[in-house]
């Protein structure tokens, strides 16, 4: 420990320097060797302990390590590891590709009945062992020439009617889709569109018989609905789709068949 010379005023270790400052020559007294010493062995005693606690700190952590550290340990664990990695990616693989064969199989349209129809026909949609099975009566169509300025190209509004028997809720039959003489298909305006052509709130749509596509009334009521579709203006008889699907809640539900309206443009509706 050093202490400050008495006369020099500068700082030194009196046990290195055997009492005497080498700046002045001047001898330490006999109370500041003392003290020096008494310093000097408390402070190597805390280093002592210091030094013992953290090699003992140090031990007692090695003999405690975890059994997880154990190279006997971790090999099985990684290979176990990657066996459940693999396992999951096989599966991962195996359900993807059988959802993607499910997936192309419903997009495949060449073993799906088709059954011709005229205005005035009924047809049923929806699978006969589902719960909602609802006779649906297509009475014919017309243009909307009201609509007519707010309609951009060479297209015309054609407005689809139908009626259906009701019943105990109100579910999605079908899409009803518009097929051109040059083999496109347009589906049927959604509400937004409709909305905005005829300049009705959401509110007074829902409280129209508009509606999206083939629905049918609840509480097994039968009513009357309409359906806007986009046709070519040079266009004067068109063709309507509607699919009858194996069930409207099932989660892996098919068409089983494939509706043709042939409908001529009726201005008496």
């Not at 590891?81 to 599966?91: E, H, K, P, T």
């Not at 609802?134 to 297209?155: N, P």
């Not at 139908?162 to 347009?186: K, W």
Request: aromatic share 8%; charged share 30%; net charge neutral.
């Amino acid at each position: 420990m050093k202490i400050i010379c008495t006369t020099c005023g500068k700082k030194y270790d009196p046990l290195r320097k055997e009492g005497i400052c080498p700046y002045c020559g001047m001898h330490a007294s006999d109370t500041q060797l003392a003290e020096a010493q008494d310093n000097d062995k408390v402070q190597g005693g805390n280093v002592s302990e210091v030094l013992r606690s953290y090699l003992n700190e140090r031990l007692r952590r090695q003999q405690k390590r975890s059994p997880l550290r154990s190279r006997k340990v971790q090999i099985p664990l990684c290979v176990l590891m990657l066996a459940v990695i693999a396992g999951i990616f096989v599966w991962g693989n195996f359900h993807y590709r059988s959802r993607a064969d499910y997936f192309a199989a419903r997009r495949d349209t060449t073993d799906i009945h088709r059954e011709q129809h005229k205005a005035g026909d009924s047809i049923v949609l929806v699978g006969g062992s589902d719960p909602v099975s609802v006779s649906v009566r297509v009475l014919g169509c017309k243009v909307r020439d009201d609509l007519q300025d707010k309609v951009e190209g060479d297209f015309k509004i054609i407005e689809l009617d139908y009626e259906d028997q009701g019943s105990p809720i109100s579910v999605r039959l079908s899409n009803a889709y518009l097929q051109t003489a040059g083999g496109c298909t347009v589906r049927s305006l959604d509400k937004y569109d409709i909305m905005e052509l005829t300049g009705m709130s959401e509110d007074e749509f829902y409280a129209s018989d508009y509606s999206e596509g083939i629905f049918s009334t609840p509480h097994s009521v039968s009513s009357r609905h309409r359906v806007l579709l986009a046709a070519p203006m040079s266009e004067k008889e068109h063709t309507i789709l509607m699919f009858r699907q194996t069930s409207s809640f099932d989660r892996d539900k098919s068409v089983e068949m494939r509706y043709e309206f042939k409908l001529k443009e009726d201005p008496k509706l």
